[in-house]
């Protein structure tokens, strides 16, 4: 069963920044697209960015310019570099599997909260 564990999140302020980490389990990582998705208070869930097995990465117009999504994929880890941070992108971060339209897949795990003070 593949498992998926975020981190990395805490309270920052505006125009702080935060690095979060989603660590998979399981053989299948490296060769399907990974993604970050948050969910704000009273919002559904939405698409951050998105990068592919071979790295190509698509961003959220809300984030584009400000985070930056990576991959290892010797650590079956992704990452979420997210610097001048807003307190719109106050949510639960989390990552999943995704196909190529940014659908995820996989089971999701608990999030972490991401907290940007005005």
């Known amino acids: 069963q593949v498992q998926l564990m975020e981190s990395g999140g805490g309270l920052v302020q505006a125009g702080g920044s935060l690095r979060l980490s989603c660590a998979a389990s399981g053989p299948i990582f490296s060769i399907n697209a990974m993604a970050w998705y948050r969910r704000a208070p009273g919002k559904q869930r939405e698409l951050v960015a998105r990068?592919?097995?071979?790295?190509?990465?698509k961003y959220a117009d809300s984030v584009k310019g400000r985070f930056t999504i990576s991959r290892d994929n010797a650590k079956n880890t992704v990452y979420l570099q997210m610097n001048s941070l807003k307190p719109e992108d106050t949510a639960v971060y989390y990552c999943?599997?995704?196909?190529?339209?940014?659908?995820?897949?996989?089971?999701w795990g608990q999030g972490t909260q991401v907290t940007v003070s005005s």
């Open positions: 990068i592919t097995s071979d790295g190509s990465t």
């Open positions: 999943n599997y995704c196909n190529v339209f940014g659908a995820p897949f996989g089971s």
